[in-house]
């Protein structure tokens, strides 16, 4: 058995932010939403690349460089045992 068990770590399903009214799961169509600021945006299908919802942090966005490595991830998990943090440790 390894050290770090994602599986057991994970909290449950409601602890996760996953609200069944709400969660039509991934590539649903979240529609138009109003920001903070009172503007409006159209936030694309959930957590699909080139989608607004899941665009980089701005602030991050500012300072990217070329040279940075991007990892799209293809599930919501952790990055344990992962191409990502495999990446990232190097």
């Given at each position: 058995?390894?050290?770090?068990?994602?599986?057991?770590?994970?909290?449950?399903?409601?602890?996760?932010?996953?609200?069944?009214?709400?969660?039509?799961?991934l590539?649903?169509?979240?529609?138009?939403?109003?920001?903070?600021?009172?503007?409006?945006?159209?936030?694309?299908?959930?957590?699909?690349?080139?989608?607004?919802?899941?665009?980089?942090?701005?602030?991050?966005?500012?300072?990217?460089?070329?040279?940075?490595i991007?990892?799209?991830?293809?599930?919501?998990?952790?990055?344990?045992?992962?191409?990502?943090?495999?990446?990232?440790?190097?």
């Open positions: 058995m390894p050290e770090h068990d994602e599986v057991t770590e994970l909290p449950p399903k409601p602890a996760m932010g996953k609200d069944p009214r709400l969660y039509k799961g590539g649903s169509d979240i529609s138009t939403i109003e920001l903070g600021d009172g503007t409006s945006v159209e936030a694309g299908r959930l957590l699909m690349r080139d989608q607004w919802n899941s665009a980089l942090y701005p602030d991050l966005e500012k300072v990217r460089q070329p040279e940075d991007w990892i799209h991830k293809n599930r919501m998990s952790g990055m344990v045992s992962s191409f990502a943090s495999n990446s990232l440790q190097c």
